[in-house]
């Protein structure tokens, strides 16, 4: 059984950072590609940075140059950090990951509100 567990939103005020994390277990993580993903106050659920088995990264375009993602595979957790936050960043971010039998499992969510 696949478990993603997020950690770390909360309330930050703008141009503030923020570090998310998520634990993951049951799922192949060197190989799966990991991401995050976020839903906004009647926005529809849109990807924020994926990183692939290989490690290549990728980042909406509203979020390039200020958020990095990362992996521990050693640690099965993904991280994301965000940088210089603006009030449309404010989500309920979802980690997930996207296994070799090509299913995508996803978490619970972690609220991130930018406000001040």
């Known amino acids: 059984q696949v478990q993603l567990v997020e950690s770390g939103g909360g309330l930050v005020q703008p141009g503030g950072s923020l570090s998310l994390s998520c634990a993951a277990s049951?799922?192949?993580?060197?190989?799966?590609?990991m991401g995050w993903y976020r839903q906004g106050p009647g926005k529809q659920r849109e990807m924020v940075a994926t990183?692939?088995?290989?490690?290549?990264?990728n980042y909406a375009d509203s979020v390039k140059g200020r958020s990095t993602i990362s992996r521990d595979i050693a640690k099965k957790t993904l991280y994301l950090q965000m940088n210089s936050l603006k009030p449309e960043d404010t989500a309920v971010y979802y980690c997930?990951?996207?296994?070799?039998?090509?299913?995508?499992?996803w978490g619970q969510g972690t609220q991130v509100t930018v406000s001040s």
């Open positions: 049951g799922i192949m993580f060197g190989i799966a590609v």
């Open positions: 990183i692939s088995g290989g490690g290549i990264d």
């Open positions: 997930s990951g996207h296994d070799v039998y090509e299913h995508d499992h």
